[in-house]
T-cell receptor, first 114, second 118 residues
Framework: NAGVTQTPKFQVLKTGQSMTLQCAQD?????MSWYRQDPGMGLRLIHY???????DQGEVPNGYNVSRSTTEDFPLRLLSAAPSQTSVYFC?????????????FGQGTRLTVV | AQKVTQAQTEISVVEKEDVTLDCVYE???????LFWYKQPPSGELVFLIR??????QNEISGRYSWNFQKSTSSFNFTITASQVVDSAVYFC???????????????FGKGTKLSVKP
């Protein structure tokens, strides 16, 4: 059972570069989301999706794009990386968060922007 | 607005001590869910427990127990006879059930780092 798979685990980018963080889940969950974790800040929601073709912004969406073409995949794109985007990124999925089902998290991607 | 406050940034205890991690939440919704997640030094996020707003019964699972009190908007987590393996960052989180709103997005507290020394 793979659960939620994120790639890569580590990445170093130069300022201005773009990249895509991949996230895939095999649990047929409609809801998927991306969080960033910064020291002392907890986890903050970047973007989320309630199903294929539907995405919305979270608390800190600036500088990030998402799309959801399939139920399984929810990639996060950094358009022009900035040092402020240095963080640990987590992808999560949940069966029915409005009914309080727990979120399953990927292993995280540690991103450094220099 | 939704908010989760974990006032304890770091706690350090000696093995076998009991420790309580505090969580206070704010919500205007009448139906909501509270969670605790554990993040060990390896970095993954591990689900520990979920409580819905209509169930104030306390829960015990081995050395772990949770005290949910709506009157004080708190959902505290106690580890009895702590062990070194309990060293981790613990997050409390809130999600709301209302339609057309946050779709059940998780709102996290900033976490409490627990260090258990041998």
């Amino acid at each position: 059972n793979a659960g939620v798979t994120q790639t890569p685990k580590f990445q170093v980018l130069k300022t201005g570069q773009s990249m895509t963080l991949q996230c895939a889940q095999d649990m047929n969950h409609e809801y998927m989301s991306w969080y960033r974790q910064d020291p002392g800040m907890g986890l903050r929601l970047i973007h989320y999706s309630v199903g294929a073709g539907i995405t919305d912004q979270g608390e800190v969406p600036n500088g990030y794009n998402v799309s959801r073409s399939t139920t399984e995949d929810f990639p996060l794109r950094l358009l022009s990386a900035a040092p402020s985007q240095t963080s640990v990124y987590f992808c999560a999925s949940s069966y029915s968060p409005r009914r309080g089902t727990e979120a399953f998290f990927g292993q995280g991607t540690r991103l450094t922007v220099v | 607005a939704q908010k989760v406050t974990q006032a304890q940034t770091e706690i350090s205890v000696v093995e076998k001590e009991d420790v309580t991690l505090d969580c206070v939440y704010e919500t205007r919704d009448t139906t909501y869910y509270l969670f605790w997640y554990k993040q060990p030094p390896s970095g993954e996020l591990v689900f520990l427990i979920r409580r819905n707003s209509f169930d104030e019964q306390n829960e015990i699972s081995g050395r772990y127990s949770w005290n949910f009190q709506k009157s004080t908007s708190s959902f505290n987590f106690t580890i009895t006879a702590s062990q070194v393996v309990d060293s981790a960052v613990y997050f409390c989180a809130l999600s709301e059930a209302r339609r057309g709103g946050s779709q059940g997005n998780l709102i996290f507290g900033k976490g409490t780092k627990l260090s258990v020394k041998p």
